[in-house]
Every structure is written in C-alpha cells, then in structure tokens.
C-alpha cells in the first residue's frame, strides 16, 4: 500500500501542480469519445493500451467484461451503458477482452469457482459463450481454447449490449459504432474484429495522424 500512498503524493505534487491547466478543463465537464468495456485484471490498462488520458474513455469493468442483456441484471452496467450513451453522447464502444482471462479460463472449467458462489453466480450471465465453445469448439484445447473462448465472449457480449434500448436507437440512427477487441498481454497487441472478414485481425491503424495528435494533446502522456 505504500507505494500507493507515496503515487498520490507525487500525483498531486507533481503531475497535477505541473499540468493544472488541463485539469481546470476538466472540471468543467466530461466529453468522452467512447465507451470502453473491459475486464477488472489489473494487466489491463485501457488508457495506456489506447494511450488516451483523463476525459477520454468512459469505463466499464467487471470480472469478464460481461455485458448482460437488457433485463437480465440489477448491476450497475446497464445504468453506465445507458448514461454513456444517452447522456455523455459516446460515438464508439469497444468490448475489450484479453488473452488469459481468467473469468473466461472459470467459464470453461466452473470447477475453478466452486469456492466463490457470487462468481459462478455472475458468469451465469456468459453462459451463452460456454455453450457456443462447448457445442462449436470440441477440437479446441490448451491456449487456443482459451484465446477462441476469449474472442466469441467479446462477440457475444457485442449482441447482448445492441439489446439495451439506448445502444439500439444510437445504432439505428447511424450514430453509434460497436468494437470487438481483445489484447493480448504478451504482445501488447490489440486485435479487432473485422465483420467483413468474420474474424479477428491486428488493428488496424487506418489514422497514424490522428493517434498521434491525440498523444500529443494529453500532457499526461509526455515524458
Ligand atoms: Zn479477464
């Protein structure tokens, strides 16, 4: 806990004093550009996989990066997906999972949470995603299995955000875009699925400009 502690420190010593001017603009109000869902794996790290900063992604974690369906869950996921959508007016949602996970390793081996009911109980709602590996998949073993399960979780968690009422009319109006990814955490790669080709592919960079204007903008990310 220590080097928490001493982080917050420096954090408002150094970083905060240095680039008050930035963060004076952020208290005027948030304006994300994207709705970022992603697992609580502390290996995962949105901002600094998307080299974004403060104010840029709006997050939602949880143990699997789940998306119940309209409906089926009194969480408070479907209330940040329907105020990042409705409210703070994000343009784009990406589903990020990760190589690894270990809420995905659970879901192919339930024997892992036989200690932890509230974890079976919550993996309940990716239950689609154990069933379509466990129908689909029977060749699949070790890490491949792993790494197919990871991405069709990300895929079904896509289909079961477009049934919350805010996501479907943004979708239907055009002013809204999904993205699957998954990073992989021995690489540092991200992939992304391509509808077009029906599979995952490294992501493409399509505007080198516009990433690297958005790490120059954010006096976070400078050395
Ligand atoms: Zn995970």
Known sequence: MDHLLSGVHQFQSQVFQ?????????????????LFVTCSDSRVDPNLITQSGPGELFVLRNAGNIVPPHGASNGGEAATIEYAVAALGVRDVVICGHSGCGAVQTLLHPEKAATMPLVSRWLQHAETTRRIIAENYT?????ELVEIAVQEHVLVQIENIQT??????????????LHAWVYHLETGEVLSY???DGRFEPLNAADPAASAKRVMDNPMLRK
């Open 164 to 177: 919350h009422p805010a996501v479907a009319v943004k979708l239907q109006r055009g002013e809204l875009t």
């Open 18 to 34: 240095r680039e008050r001017d930035f963060f004076d603009k952020l208290v005027a109000g948030q304006t994300p550009s994207a």
């Open 139 to 143: 060749h699949a073993t070790g890490d």
């Open 194 to 196: 391509s509808p077009e």
